[in-house]
């Protein structure tokens, strides 16, 4: 068994578990298999040779996301009256805007599988740490550091959310 | 006031220093006691093979006593059932018809005698009512149960078997009050 | 990879994983054996010569229990949650290495399962994931108490992650690999890491406790208060793989503490050894500091009372935290000081 039988394979089971997202109706398995989904896209990497990037994901969407994601579905009250009941106008509206949104994933897509072909036959190597932190703090500094102003941002957010309601208390 | 132990502590809200604070000596301090404790002589009996030896008045199930020549020292006064504070004694007396001297040492003797163990503190207040030597608790233990019925001891289990007479000749009340 | 390598990996494996069972089943034995010395008692004697077989009756028991699901439970998540929190403990010794290479008939072996060069990330990895047996375990049984344990699990470890990530980030920097065996190596001798971060080493192993759910970070159990907590509705050998997961992840992040902080395999004087005499009490090095530690979490266990749960999330976030994060931010100093940043 060669590398891109196992690529395949992979593949097939990261589709297939991103497919068992939509189609569970019990949101909380909805969530445990996108976390399944998650391992398997860091399966995906490890081929890739990129281990820093596949441990990542799993550290950050698997252990600490879902894991949020996990806790507001668990504390809502998921029954079966409580479900919003859907006309068949809203369900032909989301069947073209999911296949808009299709249509655009393929188109962006197939461009993209041509620049990835470009750089990854350059070096295997390239997902280790040492590689990743050289073009991060180099080539890429400036989105790098650009995305961390980001999350500043979403931390000021979230203080001045939890300081409002302290106010609102007093 | 004068504390009379010693040992009082007066306690107050007062801020903890910044060692206080941290937690961490007083964390130590306390593993440090209980690392002690591993090289302390453990308390431990390991039952069934070793006992715990009871002292002579340890205050344990009853028995109602017979005299020397075999009859029952109970002549169900009542006092014993007045005495008790947790009302755990009952009976019925009854009047010794000719025959039975024997059987009984007194004219008045308990048809019923019956005391409920799990209402019983076993005090001892009974044993010490007793004007006729008849009742005393001994250093046998109450055994366990799984019905509550069998907790309530009647004359059957009270009374010492004739051939199997329990010793209480240690006890602190024995031989105190004179032949009456 | 040659067939024979396989062999000897898969052998390797399986030996890891019943050590790793069997150390696990008696941490169980030692825990309640402990708990009786520091109480002055003499603890679990009568199965076997000094209670030795206790482990096997206690497993024999929990197999032989009705093995019994709620009606209104959600069936295989609550089959799948205890086999999540015992995979995913029993995973995190895939990267650990045990001691030096050693040499059998000719064949060096390699004593760890995958010499990843990303080990402490795969560790970290595996202990996030380790919250999804819990809040599984909890949602599934459909309880609500169990839920809300499930939750104050699940909230606990989360917040304990984060400044036991900074901690091993310091310690990253101090080495400069992410490999287990790089940072083993880089503390050669009697140079251990615990004598340069002391501050990361507190802080870390406060975060162990925390993640493993032991005293004094019990709360998501209560064992003695609140009925077990998230594993209420288990029973039988589910409800024993919560309870040998716990001893398992115990005698794991004993093996981690041990490597980032201790020197992993090494022992002073070791130069004076080489070849499997060496790897040989490395073993012996590395198990000793593994259950000296196990010793210390059941010690701390038996001495401290449990925190309430604004205190606990108190002393995570706004102690335990900042304090990581201004030792890491030293570190970086003096690192780059030592570099010739400033010059």
Known sequence: MNLETFAIIMGGLTIGSALMVIISKNPVKSVLFLVLTFFFISGNYILMNAQFIAAVNI???AGAIMVLFLFVLMLLNLSKENEPKN????KFAALVAGGILFTVLIAALKDGLVIAAATVDQSDTIGLVENLGQLLFTKYVLPFEISSVLFIAAMVGAVLLGKREKQLID | MQSLSNRKKVVSNKKMTFLERIYLPAIFGGMWITFKHLFRKNNTLKYPEEQRVLVPIYRGLHVLKRDEQGRENCTACGLCAVACPAEAITMVAAERVKGEENLYREEKYAELYEIDMLRCIFCGLCEEACPKEAIFLTDRLLPANFERDEFIYGKDRLVEPIDQRIDISKRQHTGKRTEL | METSEIIEKLLFIGLLFLITLGIAAYATYLERKVAAWFQDRIGPDRAGPFGILQPLADGGKLFFKE???????DKWLFILGPGIAMFTSMMTGAVIPWSSDIEIAGNTIELQVADVNIGILFIMGFLSIGVYGIMIGGWASNNKFSLFSAIRASSQMISYELAMGICVITIVMLTGSLSLNKIVESQHGMNWNVFYQPVAFIIFFICALAETNRAPFDLPECESELIGGYHTEYG???MGFYLFSEYVSMFISSAIISIL???GFNFPWMDHFNG???AILGVIAMFTK???????????RWTLPRFRFDQLMHLGWKSLIPMALINM???GIVIAFNEGWFN
Not at chain 1, 87 to 90: A, D, I, P, Q, R
Not at chain 3, 290 to 300: G, K, L, N
């Open chain 1, 59 to 61: 550290i950050v969407y």
């Open chain 3, 290 to 300: 593994t259950f000296i530690f196990m010793f210390v979490f059941m010690w701390i």
């Open chain 3, 276 to 278: 499997n005499t060496l």
């Open chain 3, 236 to 238: 039988a050998m589910k």
């Open chain 3, 329 to 331: 931010l030293i570190t």
């Open chain 1, 87 to 90: 006309s068949v106008f809203v």
């Open chain 3, 261 to 263: 902080f201790f020197g």
């Open chain 3, 67 to 73: 093995d019994f699901i709620p009606a209104a439970a």
